[in-house]
C-alpha cells in the first residue's frame, strides 16, 4: 500500500529499478548504515488524507481568539494586500523554483528581483540593494557586520529607540565577535542626542537609528548624519517601508545603509513570518554587502539578461570569508513585495501613507480626549504614537483583549519607568467606527 | 522583455484605496518630508498581471519540469500545504507577546510546539526552536548554543572542524559565531578522513560540523566513532540537516551522537524554494542545550497550555524578529500529520532507491568517482566528456534545451566537473527514464559533437549571459 501519495512508484516499477540496481530490497540500499545505529523508534503518528489534513489545520485555526481587531504594530502591519499579490505570487512557476543558478530557465525570477533592488533602491534612495534578507531585524545585525568591516572598527551604537527586537537579534549575533554595542537611552521617545555625540569615538563603526521609530517618533536624522560621518562612522535607518510614501527617505538624510522590514509591503501578518527583510546601500559599499544580488548583462547575441552577479561575496565560494552565512533568502517574499508597490504605483503608495496618517492622527485625538490619557508630545508620528494611561498598560491591555481588542503594545516590557505607556497603531485598514470602539472600549477599561 | 518601470505611464494606477472617513492630519514638518514621490511603477491592473505573468513562464520550475538539483530536495510541493498556510494570514505575531496574549494564541503557538516535537522524534533531539529563518540560519544558531554551552562549562574553544566536503555555509555560520575553522580532506572511501579528523582534533575545537549522508551521497560508515573521539574532547557534533531526506525512520542524528541539528523544512518537509527563499531551519538539541535555546520559547505548562518564556538569562537571546518563518512551518506541519509515520519512511526509501536507480544508469556513461550504494543523491563526474573539451556546465546548458533543470554542478568542490543528481521520491520511473536518456545522449554528443553542447542553450529567451560584464558593470538597479 502507499503511504504516500506523492511517491509514485507501482511494485512492478520497484522491482524493475532494484533489478537494475542489482539488489533485491530496497532495504538492502540502506546497508552503509551501520544495523548498531539504526533507529529503535519512530514514533510520528499514521498519516491521512489531504482532506482530513486540512480539516486539522482549521481545527488548530479554531483555538486561536477569532477576529481580533488589530491596533498593534511593534514591526508587523496590518496593511491591505491587493488580490493580484497572491495570484501572481502564487503562480507556481515562481514558488516552486530554485535559487536561479541557472539564469538561462530562471530570467522569470531573475528579472523580478531586479525590479525588486530597482524598488527598494528608488523607496530609499539609494543606489544598490541585494535581493533580500530573513526579516528586518537580521537586516539590523547583517547592516553593523557590513560596517564592521568597511571600517575595520569594533563598536557599534544603538538608538534605545530602535525596536527592541532588532536590537536583540543585533546582540546575539554580534555576542561572540569581540564587538562591543552600546545603546543610548531614549530622551522621551527620541534619540538622545547629546549623549550620542558622548558616544562617538574612532573606534564606532556604526549608528543605528530607526525612522519612525518603536514610540512611533519620526525624526530627521541629517544633522546626525554629519556628526557620525566625521567619527568615520557609517549611519544606518531602519525604515518602514509604508511610511517612505510620504516620509524623507534615508539616503536624503545622508544614511549609507537602509535596512528594514518588508512584512508591510504585501505580506500578510501570518504570525510572524515569512515576510523579508530589505537592505539597500551607497554603491561604494556594494562588495561587503550580504547575500544575493542581481546584475543586469547581455548574453552572445546582445539580448539583455539578470545573473547572480558578484558571488565571490558569498559562502558557497568564499566559505568562512563569506560577506555573510546566508544562502536562502526570502525571495518569493520579495517577489510579492514588488508586485504590491507596482500595483500601488507612485502615487498610491504616497496616498496609502498619508490614509496611514490621517487615521492615526484622529485616532490620536479620540485617545487624547479620554479622562486621564496623554499623549507623547515630542516628536510628529506616523501611523503609530505612544498615550501614557493613569495605570499600567498590561493590566488594560489583557482586559481589552478578552474583547477581541489588540489595543496596542504596552511598553513596559521594553523599557524601564514605561509600564503607563502603550503604543498604538493605526494602519489605512482601520475605519472611523473601529477607532471610536477602541477609544471607547479604552476608556471603559480605565474606569474599571 | 521590458521591465515593469518601462511599461509605467504617468498617471496611471493599479489599486483603488478606501476613501479616507477621518479629517486629513496637519502637514509633517517639510524636513520630515521626502522630496519627490518615490520612481514606483505607474500600470494598471491587467499591465500587471500580464508582466508577472510573462515572468512567471521564464523559469523552469517543479511544477513545470524535473528538477534533479543535488543537495536541494526539489520534491513536489503538495498544493494543500499552500491553502493550510493561508488559513494563518490574520494572527499579528505581536498578539502573542501582550499581556496574556499567549491565551489568544493557543492554536498557533501549539502547532509550533508540536511540529519542534515530531522534529525532535524524526532527529532524535529533546527540544527544538523553529525561530531560524533559514538552513544557514539554523547553522549560526546551533553553534552560538554550542558557544554557550562551552562558555557556561569555563571550556575555552577556538575552532570548528568541518570535512572538505561540506556545504560553503558550514564554516561561514561558525564564523559568525565567533570560530576559526579546521577543514580535513575527504578519503577515498568517500568521507572524512578518519586518521586525518584524528590529527586534527584538539581540545580547543567546539564543534565538528557535518552533513550525514555528506555531499557525495555516503553515509559515514564512521560516524559514531567520529562522534565518540569529539566528545572525548568535549565537543559538540554538529548535524546540517541538508540531506536528512534519506534516512527518516530509518536513522537519527540523535542516536549516533549528534548534539545539534538543523532541519531544513523547505528540502525534507515539502514546503516550495519559492525561487530562492523563504526556507526554515529549526534546530534540535539535547537537553544539555535546552537552557541556551533562543527566546521566546515556547513551552507547555502542567494543564497543557502553552506559554512564552521570554527572560531566560542563559539563553542565546533573540535570532529573528519573532516565531521563525511561520507559514512553512504550517507547511511542513501539515506535511508531516498527512505522511505520517510510514509515508516518511516511505519517503526516503523511495529517495534512495531512485538515486542509485540513476547512478546505475548512467555510471557506464559517467565517471563515479565514488562508485558505491549511495544515499538520496548521486555524484558523478563530467571527467570523461573534458577529453573531448566538454565541461559539466556544458551538460548543464544542454539539459537546458531538453526541458531539464541541470543538476548542481560543480559542487561538492572536491570532485572535479561534479554532477550531482538528487531526483527525490515523487519523480516517476517514466520521468527519470525519460531524463536518463537525455543524459545519454549528452555524452555522446561531447564525442561527436562538442560545440553543439558549449552553444547551448538555445531554446531560451536568452542564451548563455556575460557574466564577467555583470561582475564590472554591477548594474544592479534600473537606471530608466
Known sequence: ?????????????????????????????????????????????????????????????????????????????????????????????????????????????????????????????????????????TACAEAAMMALRVTGRNRIVVDGCVNPFSRQVLKTYLYNL??????????????????????????????????????????????????????????????????LGILKTPAGMGADIAVGDGQSLGNPLSFGGPSFGFIAAKKALIRNMPGRIIGETIDKQGRRGYVLTLQAREQHIKRHKATSNICSNQGLYALRGLIFLSSIGKQGLAEMARLNRDKAEYAKAQLADIPGVTVLQSAPTFNEFTVFLPRPAAAVVADLLKHGLAAGVPLGDYYEDSANALVVTVTEKRTRKEIDHLAKELEAALCN | MQLIYEKSTPGRNGVRLPASDVPAAAALPESLLRTEAAGLPEVSELDLVRHFTILSQRNFSVDTNFYPLGSCTMKYNAKVLENAAALFAPF???????PQGAACCQGTLGMLYDLGQMLADITGMDEVTTQPLAGAHGEMTGIMLISAYHKAKGNKKKYVLVPDSSHGTNPASAAMAGYEIITVPTAPYGDMDLELFKKAMNSEVAAVMMTCP?????????????????HSHDALMYYDGANLNAIMGKVKPGDVGFDVVHVNLHKTFGTPHGGGGPGAGPVGVKKSLIPFLPQPRIVMDGEGQFLLETANQLSIGRTANFFGNFGVMVKAYAYIIMLGRQGLIQVSEQAVLNAN????????????????????????SASKQLAHGVHAIDIAK?????????????????????????????????????????????????????????DAPLTMPIGRLDETKAAREQNVCCQW
Not at chain 1, 530609499?124 to 533580500?132: E, F, L, P
Not at chain 1, 537611552?185 to 562617538?200: F, H, I, S, V
Not at chain 2, 557506464?364 to 555524484?379: G, Q
Request: hydrophobic share 40%.
Open chain 1, 1 to 137: 500500500m502507499n503511504e504516500s501519495h506523492y511517491c509514485p512508484h507501482s511494485p512492478e516499477e520497484i522491482s524493475e529499478m532494484l533489478a537494475a540496481i542489482g539488489v533485491s530490497s530496497v532495504e538492502e540500499l540502506f546497508a552503509p548504515i551501520p544495523s548498531d545505529l539504526r533507529a529503535k523508534t519512530f514514533n510520528i503518528p499514521p498519516g491521512m488524507s489531504e482532506f482530513e489534513t486540512y480539516a486539522r489545520m482549521q481545527a488548530i485555526v479554531a483555538d486561536n481568539s477569532k477576529s481580533m481587531l488589530n491596533f498593534i504594530g511593534g514591526g508587523f502591519y496590518d496593511h491591505i494586500i491587493p488580490s493580484v499579490v497572491d495570484h501572481l505570487s502564487g503562480r507556481s512557476e515562481f514558488y516552486t523554483a530554485y535559487t536561479p543558478y541557472q539564469p538561462e530557465c530562471s530570467q522569470g525570477t531573475l528579472q523580478a528581483l531586479f525590479e525588486y533592488q530597482t524598488a527598494i533602491c528608488r523607496l530609499t534612495g539609494m543606489d544598490v540593494s541585494n535581493a533580500s534578507l530573513y526579516d528586518g531585524a
Open chain 1, 178 to 243: 569581540k564587538v562591543e554595542v552600546v545603546e543610548i537611552a531614549p530622551l522621551d521617545g527620541t534619540l538622545n542626542r547629546d549623549e550620542l555625540a558622548k558616544a562617538l569615538d574612532d573606534s564606532v563603526a556604526a549608528v543605528l537609528v530607526q525612522n519612525p521609530n518603536f514610540f512611533g517618533c519620526v525624526e530627521d536624522f541629517s544633522a546626525i548624519a554629519d556628526q557620525v560621518h566625521g567619527a568615520g562612522a557609517l549611519l544606518v535607518a531602519s525604515v518602514y517601508p509604508v511610511s
Open chain 2, 92 to 98: 499579528h505575531p505581536m498578539t502573542a507577546l501582550l
Open chain 2, 214 to 230: 555528506n555531499t557525495l551521497g555516503l553515509f559515514n560508515p564512521h560516524i559514531k566513532e567520529i562522534s565518540d573521539i569529539a
Open chain 2, 357 to 380: 536507480y540513476i547512478k546505475e544508469k548512467l555510471k557506464a556513461y559517467y565517471d563515479v568517482p565514488y562508485d558505491m550504494t549511495c544515499m538520496h543523491e548521486c555524484v558523478f
Open chain 2, 398 to 454: 544542454y539539459l537546458i534545451d531538453k526541458g531539464y533543470h541541470p543538476p548542481t554542478v560543480y559542487f561538492p568542490m572536491i570532485v572535479k566537473e561534479a554532477i550531482m543528481i538528487e531526483p527525490t521520491e515523487t519523480e516517476s520511473k517514466a520521468t527519470m527514464d525519460a531524463f536518463i536518456q537525455v543524459m545519454i545522449e549528452a555524452a555522446q554528443v561531447a564525442e561527436t559533437d562538442p560545440q553543439a553542447l558549449h
